[in-house]
């Protein structure tokens, strides 16, 4: 401080950035050598403490352990104890204070959760972390903490599901909601060459590139706008999602919706594109819910088809759209499969593609009856679950040049529902527990 002030009278000008940075400095030093005094009292030490392998492990001495802290570097002295039987060691201060087997405080751990799983980049992370925190680590590091509390969040949500599959789950109570959605999607997420080993892809190596993460979601919608259209509830919308088979899946939004009431729900609402494997969901886990399939997802098959139809006459698609697309949005999938059934084509491979949009209009018909949707002030369009695919998973998974194992992508994704669902702060007040 004396020479920022014998600078001021020496110049007359004052860095104010400088000034702030030198004052974090000098008061995350003070605030670590505070912290090294405190983490320094042991506490009472007890002369044997149980161990895992059922015999006891006897106090040796105190040993001294360096933690990153938010403040700065720390030292910290705690007790080790030793068990003869199985010959193995341990610090039951380390577990009590959550820094077992890391360099890193639990509030750093945070920080580098937060920033690992929100930059474009691990190394982002890490430049984030020295730039706002003032704290140097390694993008390494970085990595390795985003996916262990990554796993740790998946790990526990497994422990859910599992309750919820054997009714041990407490039955969710409250006031009737009056709609409650489940919405389902898929998305590729690029991965590294041994995580495809075996697999087809649309790649020109023939191997796929990518694997499929499921993202689902489930929000709530108790009003309309003026003019009758539905609104999604503030802040009422949740995420999971995995890199899994549907079957895996199934458990796992069937579990969501569980804990956010779906019992309570007075209309129940499931919705998707045509993938097959949603409605396969939709039927083994929420029977009786009312099933929409994305009308825009639907309007795309027919803008599509119409490109086949008049590849190079951008007028004549369409005019060959509209009325179509007016009978999907008039809900009378009947007539628009009659008319599709009509063309045909002189090419066979074309032929093909009209019977198969025929068909899948007509397998999805009773959810393509948009009119009695909307009667009912209901949503008919999944573009929450389609943005959650890109904001959720897309914006931090799917940069240019990444490539995940699929454990570290689901560690991510794990971490990325947890906050984008605000539970990380519920998380990490149960981890203190």
């Known amino acids: 401080?004396?020479?920022?002030?014998?600078?001021?009278?020496?110049?007359?000008?004052?860095?104010?950035?400088?000034?702030?940075?030198?004052?974090?400095?000098a008061l995350h030093a003070a605030g670590a050598a505070a912290l090294t005094e405190l983490l320094r009292d042991p506490g009472p030490v007890q002369a044997s403490v149980p161990c895992p392998c059922g015999g006891k492990a006897r106090y040796k001495d105190m040993r001294r352990k360096p933690i990153l802290t938010v403040l700065g570097l720390a030292q910290m002295l705690r007790a080790y104890y030793w068990c003869s039987h199985c010959r193995q060691g341990q610090f039951p201060a380390d577990s009590a204070r959550d820094i077992e087997d890391?360099?890193?405080s639990p509030g750093v751990r945070r920080m580098l959760a937060l920033v690992g799983s929100e930059c474009s980049?691990?190394?982002?992370?890490?430049?984030?972390?020295e730039l706002l925190a003032d704290l140097k680590v390694t993008t390494k590091a970085v990595e390795r903490v985003?996916?262990?509390?990554?796993?740790?969040?998946?790990?526990?949500?497994?422990?859910?599901?599992?309750?919820?599959?054997?009714?041990?789950?407490?039955?969710?109570?409250?006031?009737?909601?009056?709609?409650?959605?489940?919405?389902?999607?898929?998305?590729?997420?690029?991965?590294t060459p041994k995580e495809t080993e075996g697999r087809s892809g649309k790649g020109e190596d023939g191997r796929a590139h990518?694997?499929?993460?499921?993202?689902?979601?489930?929000?709530?919608?108790?009003?309309?706008?003026?003019?009758?259209?539905?609104?999604?509830?503030?802040?009422?919308?949740?995420?999971?999602?995995?890199?899994?088979?549907?079957?895996?899946?199934?458990?796992?939004?069937?579990?969501?919706a569980h804990q956010r009431g779906w019992s309570r729900a007075q209309k129940k609402v499931v919705m998707g594109d045509g993938a097959e494997w949603i409605w396969n969901i939709a039927a083994e886990q929420f029977p009786g819910a009312i099933e929409i399939v994305?009308?825009?997802?639907?309007?795309?098959?027919?803008?599509?088809?119409?490109?086949?139809?008049?590849?190079n006459d951008e007028t004549a698609k369409r005019?060959?759209?509209?009325?179509?697309?007016?009978?999907?949005?008039?809900?009378?999938?009947?007539?628009?499969?009659?008319?599709?059934?009509?063309?045909?084509?002189?090419?066979?491979?074309?032929?093909a593609v009209v019977r198969n949009e025929?068909?899948?209009?007509?397998?999805?018909?009773?959810?393509?009856?948009?009119p009695k949707f909307r009667s009912q002030n209901l949503f008919v369009g999944s573009g929450v679950i389609e943005a959650g695919c890109k904001t959720v998973i897309g914006s931090r998974a799917k940069r240019s040049g990444m490539f995940w194992s699929v454990r570290g992508a689901n560690a991510v994704i794990a971490l990325r529902c947890c906050r984008h669902s605000r539970r990380f702060d519920d998380y990490w007040e149960n981890r203190r527990g």
């Open 1 to 25: 401080m004396p020479r920022i002030f014998a600078e001021r009278r020496k110049t007359g000008g004052l860095d104010i950035e400088a000034v702030e940075l030198a004052w974090r400095t």
């Open 102 to 104: 890391t360099e890193f």
């Open 121 to 129: 980049s691990f190394d982002h992370g890490r430049q984030q972390m």
């Open 146 to 191: 985003t996916e262990n509390i990554g796993a740790d969040i998946a790990q526990r949500e497994q422990q859910t599901i599992q309750q919820a599959m054997q009714l041990e789950l407490p039955v969710a109570v409250g006031q009737p909601i009056p709609v409650v959605y489940v919405q389902m999607d898929g998305t590729g997420v690029p991965v």
């Open 210 to 256: 990518t694997r499929d993460a499921k993202l689902g979601c489930v929000f709530t919608q108790t009003t309309t706008d003026a003019e009758g259209r539905p609104m999604r509830d503030e802040e009422s919308t949740t995420y999971t999602g995995a890199i899994e088979i549907a079957s895996e899946f199934s458990r796992r939004i069937y579990t969501e």
């Open 294 to 311: 994305d009308l825009y997802h639907a309007r795309q098959h027919l803008w599509e088809l119409g490109g086949k139809l008049h590849p």
């Open 319 to 351: 005019r060959w759209v509209m009325p179509h697309q007016h009978l999907l949005d008039g809900g009378k999938i009947e007539k628009l499969v009659t008319k599709l059934r009509k063309i045909s084509p002189d090419n066979p491979e074309l032929e």
């Open 358 to 370: 025929a068909n899948y209009f007509e397998h999805h018909a009773e959810r393509m009856r948009y």
